[in-house]
């Protein structure tokens, strides 16, 4: 996906196109929610002890839609909750 987003944003930035790529950790969803053993996996991977809702990924979509980031392309924002630092 990134390589894809940013050839995508090489391409049609002369367009007014901007490209990002939203790269999010564990979400929180109802099935998981059912299967605790996998809950609590998951869980024990991330630095902040809970996995993302949907409404923690939502801002990061509206701001990369908005006029807010009108300079901003051919990124992959992570929003995993520390995952990948550890």
Do not use: C
Not at 10 to 29: C, D, L, M
Not at 30 to 50: A, G, H, R
């Amino acid at each position: 996906m990134e390589a894809f987003s940013r050839q995508l944003a090489s391409e049609w930035a002369r367009h007014g196109i901007r490209v990002n790529n939203i790269a999010p950790g564990y979400v929180e969803t109802e099935i998981l929610v059912e299967d605790e053993e996998l809950l609590n996996t998951w869980k024990s991977e991330m630095l902040m002890d809970e996995l993302a809702r949907p409404d923690d990924i939502a801002p990061l979509a509206v701001y990369l839609s908005s006029d807010a980031s009108s300079y901003v392309t051919g990124e992959t924002v992570i929003i995993d909750g520390g995952y990948t630092v550890r």
